[in-house]
């Protein structure tokens, strides 16, 4: 647990150090300087990188987070792991290249039409698609080494300050929109080449071979997490970037465009649960390794409750401020108000379920992780067809908070009927109250002239009573020696 908590509260520090950038990029520039279907086109290429990318991983980031501890032997570097991983994603890649050139014509069909601006950007993806599946897989074995922290500074924060320079370029018409996406493709594949630089630079990387090592038995081992994790993988990504492509293809880039926007504030609440996934992926596998389901039941309910004492935080103090917002992104996303409000719920509602999914996919019945995730990745799909028509971008947002919470149930009843794992109790429900209290206090305040004002005090209003009420009805014992350490009571 000390592994865990010193990496997540670096991460999580990352993170909301990204995450400001992100802000500043994605919330208050892009809204100013870039008409809507030119964020759509960005927000489209970042989707369909993300899907491209997962599938060309063919399911080894799943390998390096069940069966790495098998591996990892650092006299005889890791028994050529590392040699695997490499050749495994060039092959995926090449795949990935093939699809490409057979679906580019369908592609221009689809979207000559409603927006054709996206045509002259198809080219990026080989680039991106590359670098982000590398990235993908080094950052999977940077974590496997007890860091996962790099790969985040590196995406979160070099990248979004790359992005902000050239943000502030197009803003002063130094460069046109083509240049621009241009450096942004430039920027969005560094990350991998830092990553890659770090691990040379830490002796990590060796791609010598010792297939001699993989025995028939662990062939098939991997082979078998490798199938099953490119299904769980591929539905991951498709759950949550589907509803960009999709909302190219029912309505436009502009409406995509909006919908991003207002998204990107709702995902701001699980910005903490990344790093503590990353970490604890590999504490849970050797936990289940050495069979120790009371560790990995105490990881399940702190990760959850502390998650979800984060998560309404946020939530409520972005919903408690939404008028602020708009002051920030202009009204000309207004349209998009209740996409931050039901994306931000269901980013509470994958956060209260904890690493329930982590869990699962490094267990022994990590093939219930795929078929679930292939549930949800349906779902998203169906519930999207369905909303997309009737509610527009709003549609959307409904889509994925009723399929989260369909999710993130299965994956709790699985792991109460296998495991006997239980980790709610009335402490959820105190969080509850206490959330919607700070969220009244917050509403009561009258609005201030300067939105910027008006934010400060609010937060800080919201806050205050949120964390005075949950250390008072002491929620969380981590929580409160956390807040005696810092006030050094």
């Known amino acids: 647990m000390g592994i865990i908590r010193q990496q997540t509260i670096k991460g999580t520090v990352v993170s909301y150090i ?20 030119q964020i759509g086109l960005i927000l489209w290429l970042g989707a369909i990188t993300t899907i491209a990318a997962q599938f060309s991983s063919l399911g080894f980031n799943n390998v390096t987070a069940r069966l790495f501890p098998y591996f990892r032997n650092e006299n005889i570097n890791h028994n050529g792991y590392l040699f695997i991983l490499f050749w495994v994603g060039m092959a995926g890649f090449v795949l990935s290249l093939i699809s490409y050139f057979i679906l580019q014509p369908l592609a221009v069909d689809l979207y ?10 198809l080219i990026y993806l080989i680039p991106l698609v590359f670098f982000t599946l590398f990235y993908n897989l080094f950052e999977g074995f940077n974590r496997v080494m007890y860091d996962a922290v790099s790969g985040t500074i590196f995406r979160d924060i070099v990248f979004k300050i790359f992005n902000l320079t050239f943000i502030l370029l197009f803003a002063f018409e130094a460069i046109d929109f083509s240049q621009f996406v241009f ?9 991998t080449v830092f990553l890659f630089i770090l691990l040379w630079r830490r002796g990590q990387i060796s791609f010598a ?11 098939k081992s991997m082979t078998s997490v490798s199938v099953f994790g490119i299904l769980n993988g591929l539905s991951d990504k498709l759950a949550n970037q589907i509803d960009r492509i999709m909302i190219v293809s029912f309505i436009g880039l502009g409406a995509n465009g909006v919908f991003g926007i207002m998204a990107y504030f709702g995902v701001l609440v699980s910005m903490p649960a990344r790093t503590l996934r990353k970490i604890s992926s590999t504490v849970i596998a050797e936990a289940w390794k050495r069979n120790d389901l009371m560790t990995i039941s105490k990881i399940y309910s702190q990760s959850g409750l502390h998650q979800f004492m984060v998560g309404c935080l946020l939530f409520i103090g972005i919903w408690v401020n939404i008028d602020n917002i708009f002051e920030i992104v202009t009204d000309k996303f207004a ?4 996409v931050i409000f039901f994306i931000g719920l269901a980013h509470v509602v994958q956060m209260l379920s904890g690493v329930s999914g982590v869990i699962i996919q490094s267990s022994s ?9 292939g549930s949800y990745g349906l779902l998203v799909i169906i519930t999207n067809v369905i909303m997309i028509p009737i509610w527009g971008i709003n549609g959307a947002a409904v889509a994925s908070l ?35 209290t700070a969220y009244y206090f917050g509403y009561l305040l009258p609005k201030m002239d300067w939105y910027v004002i008006d934010i400060a005090l609010r937060s800080c209003l919201v806050g205050g009573v949120y964390v005075i009420l949950s250390y008072a009805l002491h ?10 350490k810092q006030l050094k009571l």
Do not use: W
């Open 18 to 37: 990204g995450a400001i950038l992100g802000l500043v990029n994605t919330g208050i520039l892009f809204p100013r300087f870039f008409a809507a279907d």
């Open 112 to 121: 000559h039409d409603d927006s054709p601006l996206y045509l002259d950007y």
């Open 183 to 191: 450096y942004y493709v430039l920027a969005y594949c560094s990350p």
């Open 209 to 219: 071979s010792n297939l001699k090592f993989v025995t028939p038995e662990l062939r």
């Open 335 to 338: 349209d998009g108000k209740y």
């Open 365 to 373: 019945y990590y093939k219930m992780q795929t078929v679930l995730m």
């Open 402 to 436: 009723l399929s989260t919470l369909l999710f993130n149930l299965a994956k709790y009843l699985f792991l109460l009927k296998k495991y006997q794992f239980q980790p709610f109790n009335f402490k959820y429900l105190l969080v509850i109250v206490i959330s919607l």
């Open 475 to 484: 929620i969380s014992t981590d929580f409160n020696l956390f807040v005696k």
